[in-house]
């Protein structure tokens, strides 16, 4: 079931994360509206070395908030450890079990990809990520 049933909810979600996972040193995140019914989330997340870079393109359906697309990046320092996107890779069959959600991980960034069943356009995918950073921290 989606817990966002309007942007002004994930709007509200956005703007406490901090107070949610302690383990956030910064945020840069604003939801740009672009209309009643389609936002756009951009910034990053701070954390201990880390930055996660996030980019999610919003619209309130009947069904409540959906992701339409996005895209996470980690960052430690300048270097990019791995990243997630919704971008389809219909031929590749190792990501069938969670198209289109993958990650994009070492060695070869652009083309190794693995499935990301926590990923998902009809709940947040913020906690699964921050969580996966919370990981490192320890």
Do not use: C
């Not at 703007?15 to 956030?24: E, G, H, R, V």
């Not at 880390?50 to 009947?62: P, V």
């Not at 320092?77 to 991980?105: F, I, M, R």
């Amino acid at each position: 079931m989606n817990p966002f049933l309007s942007l002004r909810d994930y709007e509200e979600f956005v703007y406490t994360l901090q107070a949610k996972f302690p383990s956030i040193q910064g945020s840069s995140l604003v939801v740009v509206r672009s209309g009643k019914l389609v936002a756009r989330l951009q910034g990053q997340l701070m954390f201990a070395g880390y930055t996660l870079t996030i980019n999610e393109r919003l619209s309130q359906e009947d069904s409540g908030v959906v992701i339409e697309t996005y895209g996470y990046e980690l960052w430690q320092g300048e270097g990019k450890l791995y990243w997630y996107d919704s971008q389809p890779h219909p031929n590749d069959p190792t990501l069938a079990s969670t198209h289109p959600h993958h990650k994009h991980v070492p060695p070869d960034l652009k083309h190794h990809r693995i499935p990301a069943p926590q990923l998902s356009f009809t709940r947040p995918n913020l906690p699964s990520l921050i969580e996966e950073i919370e990981e490192l921290l320890r």
